[in-house]
């Protein structure tokens, strides 16, 4: 870090306002940070021109929206004719008769949505027509779908068809077989993939392709391995580019191994073709921040800052997040003013982040207005959102407001995870609600949500608490017979 240097202040009074996502309006956020000690400067009456023409505007953002949705509904029907008319027309005299377009758009969609099943059957049909040649494109998007979709083996057969049919086996599709083992932890597979391929003519690995066997290397904290690619690498004269750097950056600084993460950083600046990004620096000031180095994290913010980096919303947020959970509220609260002023917009994050600050503070009333702003900008909360409402309320003791919030999600469409639930568990739990903790597993199985072990600990641990031996002894009985059906999948996530 010391080939950096720059100016002592975190927040800079400029900054080149370049983002895609800046906020266009240019009235004032409401005052989020008053909870937080930040001073406020006063608030601006508005009149009633003003007021007039606010209202102008939303009904016609109102508009809009509603001639948005027709035309959303309109192609979401077309599409769903067109499902129809691949089903209607498969068959022993029509299957082979299929429109191009309307097949391959078919897949595509597919493809995008992550819905292997479907793709594939697809990608059946479209080999039974009579216009249909082998197309190495379409296998390698296939197989990186099975890939994102941990069917690594489903891949690996398109793969060996794909060479039946006389397509070109080149870098490019051996990277993406590669991936889906990669992605499913098949390390062993995919390392020997990797040694097919410097023995292949024309599919000799590039950068690209040690880099997503790094990052996989990485996830499961394999990192003896990750040291061996880059030797490995370095043997074939391939240069790790800036992608390659701010995986290992990111992830060391995830796995809290600062001193790989910084030798990284270092070896990075020393070589002139990878320029550190805002990518660099976000994963530096998360690692730091996320362990509340927040003197050494605001160091490394002034450094890359001169060094001409420009800060993201993702880069506030990360600062939002650190200083939220190091209790700073002062230096929050500067955080949000400098995003007022140059006119960051909120995203999801960002609420989710401050809510979750106010809620830990105990200050409810600022919590539960960010939470109704939110959705009055038509933010959709998520379980992040909820789990921080629920949280809160359990600490302060507020059984009334944790089923508020239940009686919100039967009304909404949020997708809920078990994550959410145990959540509400312990919320209950802590507060010795032992009727309501144990109807959560009721409306867990409603929710389709299964319960884990975390579920059955954070009961157990609230029954000890409250002096329940018989439910306690349930609940290790409930987790040994728990533990015999679902075994540890060993992780180091």
Known sequence: MASLSGPTNPFPPTINRRHGKAHTREEPLPEHASALALPQKGTTRIDTAKLKER?????????????????????????????????????????????????????????????????????????????????????????????????????????????DEGCAVNREVYTALLSAYSRSGLLDKAFFLLEQMKSTPNCCPDV????????????????????????????????????????LIDAY?????????????????????????????????????????????????????????????????????????????????????????????????????????????????????LFRLMQSERIKPNCVTLCSLVRAYGQAGKVEKIGGVLRYIENSDVTLDTVFFNCVVDAYGMMGCFAEMKGVLEMMERKGCKPDKITYRTMSKAYSIGGMTSHVKEMRGVLASFEKTSPDKHSNF
Not at 269 to 297: H, Y
């Open 208 to 247: 690209f392709t040690y880099s997503i066997l790094i990052k996989s290397c990485l996830q499961v904290h394999a990192f003896d391995k990750v040291q061996s690619l880059l030797y490995d690498m370095e043997s074939q004269g391939i240069k790790p580019n800036t992608i390659t750097y701010n995986t």
């Open 253 to 369: 600084g995830k796995a809290k191994r600062f001193t790989e993460m910084e030798s990284s950083l270092l070896e990075m600046l020393r070589k002139r073709e990878c320029e550190p990004d805002v990518w660099t620096m976000n994963s530096t000031l998360r690692a730091f921040g996320s362990s509340g180095q927040i003197e050494t994290m605001e160091k490394c913010y002034e450094k890359f800052q001169s060094a001409g980096i420009q800060p993201s919303i993702k880069t506030f947020n990360i600062l939002l997040d650190s200083y939220g959970k190091a209790g700073n509220y002062e230096k929050m609260g500067a955080v949000m003013e400098y995003m007022q002023k140059y006119h960051f917009s909120w995203t999801l994050v960002t609420y989710n982040v401050v809510i979750d600050a106010f809620g830990r503070a105990g200050d409810l009333k600022q919590m539960e207005f």
């Open 55 to 163: 209202e102008m505007r939303e009904r016609k953002e109102e508009v809009n929206r509603k001639i948005a949705s027709r035309k959303a509904i309109s192609i979401i029907l077309r599409r769903e004719a067109t499902k129809a008319v691949i089903e209607k027309k498969r068959g022993p005299n029509n299957s082979k008769k299929l429109l191009p377009r309307t097949v391959l758009e078919a897949l595509h969609e597919r493809i995008t949505a992550l819905r292997w099943e479907s793709a594939l059957k697809v990608f059946e049909l479209l080999r039974e027509q009579l216009w249909y040649r082998p197309n190495s494109g379409i296998y390698i998007k296939l197989i990186v779908m099975l890939g994102k979709c941990k069917q690594p083996e489903k891949a690996h057969s398109l793969f060996l068809v794909m060479i």
